[in-house]
C-alpha cells in the first residue's frame, strides 16, 4: 500500500494536534484563562483589563446605533452562547444514543446529580435566605464539566472506566439542570412580542428538520438572526436560545451504513476506471464529480448534529471558554478582605459547592444502591464515588456565568468568584489526590495478586 505523502507542515502541526484532541486540554485552557485573569486584574495594567471589558461595541447603520452592549456582555451573551450551543448538542445525542437513553442506567448518575443540585442549594439559602444575596442560590448547583473531568484524565487508568463515564452523565444532567435553571430564574423582564419570534423562528427549524433539511448554514442563520436576537431582545438569556436551537438539529442519517457502502465502491471503481490526461497533475472534470459525489454521500451518512459537535468542540475548548475565563474570572485580590465578609455569599458558594455536593452526590447516589434501586457500575464503590464527589465541587465556567446573571453588587459577585475558586481549587486537588491514592492502592494489591 503506497504511504501518504507527508509534508513538513504535517510534522509541525502533528503535536498540536494531538494536543488538541485530548480530552484533558479543555480544562487545561480553562484553567489558563482563569490564571492569566487573575494575573492581569492583580497586575499594574489592571484598570486597563476592566476597562477593556466595559468598553461598549455596537452596530452603526444611518447614525443609529444597534444592539450596543459592553464587551464583556458580548463575550457572556454572544460566545457563550456557542458553548451553550455545544451543551444542547451533547444533551441531545446523549438522550438519544447515549448514557441518558436507558432508564436503568441513566438512574443513577440522575438521582446524583439532583442530589449535586438540590443539597448545595439548602446549604447556600442557610446562610443567604434574604436581600440581594439570595439571588445567588444557583451559583453552588453547576459542576464544570471540562475541568472535572480533566483532572479524571489526569488519573488516566488509576481509575475506572466506569467512573468517567459516570461522572461526565452527572455532569451533563447537572448542565441540563443550570440550563433550566438560567431559563426559569435568571432572565429580566420579559418582552412577549421578541419572545413570540424566537419561537416562531424555532419552530420554522423544527419543520425544516421534519422536512429533511440537512444544511447546517440553513441553520446557523435562522438560529443567529431569528432566534438568538429575538431571545437577547426578549429579557431572556440568549444562551437559552442555542440550547433550543441546538435540540432542532437533525440527528438523523439520509443513509445506511450498507447503503453508504454500496454507493461508496460504485463512486471509487468509477473514480479508479475514469480516464486523466497522460502525466497530468490536474484531476479531469469526471474525476472531480465522482469525488463530489463521494464527498456528498459521506455528509448524507453523517447526523448534522454529529458533525457540527465535533467540528466546532475544539473551537469552544480553546477559544470561547478560555476567554470567557479570561473575561469573568479577574478578581482584584488587592482588595480589602473586609469586602469578602460583608455578607454570607463567600460562606454560601464555598460550603455549598464543596459541602453540598459531596453530601448531595454521595448522599443521594448511596441511598439508591441501599434501597436495592439501582446499582454500582463495575469497578465502582464508595470510596472512590466520595473522590468523584470532590470533582464535583469544581464549578468555574457554570457557576461563574450563573454569578454574573444573579448579582448586580460588585461585592456579592465578588465574594461570589471567590468562593467558587476556594471550593473548586480544594475539590480539584482533593478529588485527584484521594482518586490517586485508591489507583495506587489498587495497582499495589494487582501486583501482589
Known sequence: ??????????????????????EKSAGIMLGIGVILALILANSPWSE??????EYPFGFHFNGNVYFEYTIHDWIN??????????????????MIDGELAHPRKAILPIFAAIGGMVIPLCIYLIFNHSGEMMNGWGIPMATDIAFAIGVLYFLGDRVPASLKVFLTALAIIDDMGAVAVIAFFYTSDLSLMYLGIGFGVLGLILLLNKMGTRNVL?????????VWIAFLESGVSPTIAAVLVAFA??????????????RLRISIDKLINSENKEDSKILSDEKLDYIEQIKRDTSYLTPPLQLLEKNMAVF???FV???FALANAGVDLRMDTSVLFS???????TLGLLVGKVVGITGFTMLLIKLKIAHFPVGMNFKNLVGLSLLGAIGFTMSLFITMLAFAEEEHIIQAKVGIFVASIIGGVAGYLWLNHLGKKEERRRKKD
Open 343 to 349: 455578607s454570607n455569599v463567600l460562606e454560601g458558594v
Open 249 to 262: 438539529i437533525p440527528i438523523d442519517m439520509r443513509l445506511n451504513e450498507q447503503e453508504y457502502v454500496n
Open 77 to 94: 451573551n454572544g460566545l457563550m452562547s456557542i458553548f451553550f450551543f455545544i451543551v444542547g448538542l451533547e444533551l441531545k445525542r446523549e
Open 218 to 226: 440553513v441553520y446557523a442563520v435562522l438560529g443567529i438572526f431569528g
Open 321 to 323: 471558554v478560555p476567554i
Open 316 to 318: 469552544v475548548a480553546f
Open 1 to 22: 500500500m503506497e504511504k501518504k505523502k507527508t509534508y513538513p507542515i504535517d510534522n509541525l502541526m502533528a503535536p498540536i494536534i494531538k494536543i488538541v484532541h485530548q
Open 48 to 53: 486597563y483589563y476592566f476597562k477593556i471589558l
